[in-house]
């Protein structure tokens, strides 16, 4: 089974930027979706951004115009440039792949994103 592991995260001042990756164990190219989540303390996971296998890209209306998701199968990863960032953008991130954004499978165990001056 192919496992998630995500990295880049870290502590950032308010309008900066951060890229965060997703290494793949194994293959990526028959996955369907990929996408993150982000968790914030005390609040729910939710959905940030995905990618399908076709080149479709989602973005939470919160993120859209600030973040921008990639994906490179050839070698197994899967990115989110985070621009403009904002305080409230802190969280706990995950990087997640399935057959769609509502119904993924396998998990990372996170990086944590801190947005604070």
């Known amino acids: 089974q192919v496992q998630l592991v995500e990295s880049g995260g870290g502590l950032v001042q308010p309008g900066g930027s951060l890229r965060l990756s997703c290494a793949a164990s194994?293959?990526?190219?028959?996955?369907?979706?990929m996408g993150w989540y982000r968790q914030a303390p005390g609040k729910e996971r939710d959905f940030v951004a995905a990618r399908s296998i076709g080149g479709i890209t989602y973005y939470a209306d919160s993120v859209k115009g600030r973040f921008i998701i990639s994906r490179d199968n050839a070698k197994n990863t899967l990115s989110l440039q985070m621009n403009s960032l904002k305080p409230e953008d802190t969280a706990v991130y995950y990087c997640?792949?399935?057959?769609?954004?509502?119904?993924?499978?396998?998990w990372g165990q996170g990086t944590q994103v801190t947005v604070s001056s």
């Open positions: 997640a792949a399935g057959p769609n954004r509502d119904q993924y499978a396998l």
């Open positions: 194994g293959s990526i190219f028959n996955i369907n979706s």
